[in-house]
């Protein structure tokens, strides 16, 4: 929600998981996919499988990679902002 009041287009998963079906509407509509989990081990991981899946489908996947323990909903607009800024192809 955090990322789409910042102007970003997302999708939220439920959990750790994306289903296939979240795949594939990723991969119809969009060429470039930034993955966002918790920042923890779980999160790290499950980000790291996720856009693992995804590159075989869309052009471009990156990840990015939250402070220890911190997860996405708790970042400000601007703390969203200079994370996103560090994806070179947001720039």
Do not use: W
Request: with cysteine; hydrophobic share 45%.
């Amino acid at each position: 929600m955090k990322a789409a009041q910042a102007g970003y287009s997302c999708v939220a998963l439920m959990g750790s998981t994306m289903s296939q079906t979240q795949e594939n509407l990723l991969a119809e509509f969009f060429g470039h996919v930034i993955v966002m989990l918790d920042g923890d081990e779980a999160g790290r991981s499950a980000a790291q499988g996720i856009a693992d899946r995804l590159r075989q489908v869309v052009y471009h996947v990156d990840v990015a990679d939250l402070p220890d323990g911190v997860q996405p909903d708790q970042l400000s607009k601007e703390e969203l902002q200079k994370l996103l800024d560090l994806i070179p192809a947001l720039q």
